[in-house]
């Protein structure tokens, strides 16, 4: 099956000239093009000058990772034994060895739990607690992923005008969901508008039209650069008159019924997207054969371990907020019941200890050495989690199935207090025992580490103010 072409926030464009003219085309939606914070935002006052999310689609079964109970009861206890880590009394599974010796800049978070039900993208990106189905991502009722307000309040922020060529929200190597060929929740816009979704890059095409056995080994590993380039048949000198056509059309906006403030922010949409039509900033961040052979090898050559290091280094090239996603990818093999991502209801100690926590180790170590050695790792947050947990116990297939009720998070890096431990689960590793923590609550230490107050309010379409993170509260204890 021929995959659609994606523009910023993963979605088609819409006519074949605006691919070239205005390229990103949802840039310049139309939809809300005004909006302020009523209290000043601080966006770029906070430690945190960057945030790269990690996340592990499916559910991770962090009780097998940093909230092992080796005491536990055997229906629930992990096979992986603890090892220490660079901070006495914290231990981590023993398989992430690299990981454990970056624990001094980390805080854990064992606490996290949520009521939105199994496979529910939209808690861990927005703090939204309410069932958001697959496919629904343009509902203008929903709130805006942490990174799509990022977003905003970064093309909102008079200092900010103008200044940055590059999108500051990005989403590594595809869009969420793309692994099952659907589209998950959770990492656009919502009432925003489409204007601040997120913009994402495409590994190769890889699907047959009925494919639902694939070779593990056939998933790609290379990221796509973004569909964001301009027909090739288009000459620089072309695209040059259309653009001059687009500035009468938004010359034409000032004699409209709308505030000038609309019409400023339209342009600068517009302006944007010719300049990444124009500029090679983005295609050079995205070419990773610009890096040393012994770089690319302390990533590794996966996809999640190439979209690290493209992380970095769209980070070096000025962007704020990305998302890196370890997709599940739909792949269900003859008499196997588990998927190549984080939903192991079968065979979950096999597939942790054989792929998914030595690539998680070995990328996230790549990511954190890489930043600490370019000078970014005290103002770059790295947060790894998920959209929920696993159950206690383990089934018949060696698994373990969903759980909302107790996971854990981890936060790394810029803003974030170096061997931090908040909140406890119960001897199973079940329930939350201790300073119980919502995913919005995450979001809002997120949004504090970047400077971003958490009675920050941004209005949504029908000019109702709404508090960033969905009211979540920082736990201020993590934070440096």
Known sequence: MSRPALSPGGLLSRRRWLATTGALASLNGSDKLSATPSVPSGLGTGRAKHVIVLFLHGGAATQDMYDLKPDGPSASRSQFAPIDTSIPGIQ?????????????????????????????????????????PNQRIEDLNH??????????????????????????????????GWGENWRRPGIYSGWLGKQYDPLCSEPVAWYAKDAVLRDWQNIPTTLGYPRLSKETAVSDSRLQRRWQLARSLDRGLQRANLAETDVQQFHRRHQQAFDLLTTDRIRKAFDLKQEDAKT??????????????????????????????????????AGGSYDYGWDTHGYNFEVLRERNLPGLDQAANALLTDLQRHGLLDETLVLINSDFGRTPNVNAKSGRDHWTHCYANLLLGGGIQGGAEYGASDQNAAYVTENPVHP?????????????SENTMIYDRLQRPQPIAMGGRPIESILN
């Open 92 to 132: 981590v599974c023993e398989h992430l060895p690299l990981l454990s010796k970056w624990m001094h800049r980390a805080a854990v978070i064992r606490s996290v739990s949520h009521q939105s039900g199994c496979h529910n993208t939209a808690p861990a990106f927005s703090g939204h607690e309410g069932l958001v």
């Open 143 to 176: 709130p805006p992923s942490m990174g799509s307000t990022v977003e905003y309040l970064h093309q909102q922020s008079p200092a900010n005008r103008g200044r940055n060529v590059l999108p500051t929200y990005f989403c590594l190597p595809h869009h969420l």
């Open 296 to 333: 690319r090898e302390l990533y590794g050559p996966s996809l999640f371990g190439n979209s690290c290091l493209t992380a970095r280094r769209l980070i070096q090239a000025g962007t704020q907020f990305i998302n890196v996603f370890w997709d599940s990818y739909g792949i269900r093999p």
């Open 440 to 452: 919005r609550d995450v979001c809002a230490t997120v949004f504090k580490a970047m400077g971003i």
